[in-house]
């Protein structure tokens, strides 16, 4: 259980620290530039005019949507994102590095909390190669081994991912340490 609650607690302080960031963020993010749709615009009936009229009262007017029309300036603030292009893309810029970290920092947290002991949560020490290519027959594929420097167990990953990802496989250890050096000792347990 201890285990579990080390990387939820790990989750939850990196989150506090990139939720953090997001709001330092927001303070340097441009402002103002929602753009109002076409459909709040005030609405006005269409005037035909006839061929060769002249046409002075729809020389300001301009025709968006059927049934919606806006002025120079309400075009002018629809038009706004086109003028600011650089700051919106610094924003998704800054955004895409956030997304980013953050799941840098996410992929951390897991490969930190692997290589961990299961029962004290110290780092796993001492990798040591196991098994060789040459001779697989006799002493298995090559893997490379971990312990806990306080005897609590052995976590075993594959060096050669053949068939696919595996876990790698975590093994306690039984509380005499005798037995667990004795290579004998396994033996006769295993038979009995």
């Not at 298995?140 to 306080?150: M, N």
Request: proline share 6%; charged share 20%.
């Amino acid at each position: 259980m201890r285990y579990w609650s080390f990387l939820a607690a790990k989750i939850a302080v990196a989150s506090v620290a990139l939720y953090g960031l997001l709001i330092l963020m927001d303070g340097y993010l441009p402002h103002g530039m929602v753009v109002k749709p076409a459909a709040k615009i005030h609405a006005a009936p269409r005037v035909p005019t006839l061929p060769g009229a002249e046409a002075s009262n729809q020389r300001d007017v301009i025709w968006l949507v059927p049934g919606a029309v806006a002025t120079p300036a309400e075009e002018a603030k629809l038009l706004a994102p086109l003028s600011n292009g650089t700051d919106r893309l610094l924003c998704n810029l800054g955004l895409m590095a956030w997304f980013l970290l953050a799941v840098g920092v996410g992929y951390l947290i897991v490969w930190d909390q692997r290589y961990r002991c299961r029962t004290c949560l110290r780092r796993l020490r001492m990798p040591v190669e196991t098994g060789s290519w040459g001779q697989m027959l006799q002493f298995g594929r090559p893997r490379i081994e971990y312990i806990c420097v306080y005897g609590h167990g052995t976590l075993r990953a594959e060096e050669l991912q053949i068939s696919g990802r595996e876990q790698p496989e975590w093994t306690p250890n039984s509380g005499d340490f005798w037995q667990e050096l004795c290579g004998s000792g396994k033996d006769s347990s295993t038979k009995r």
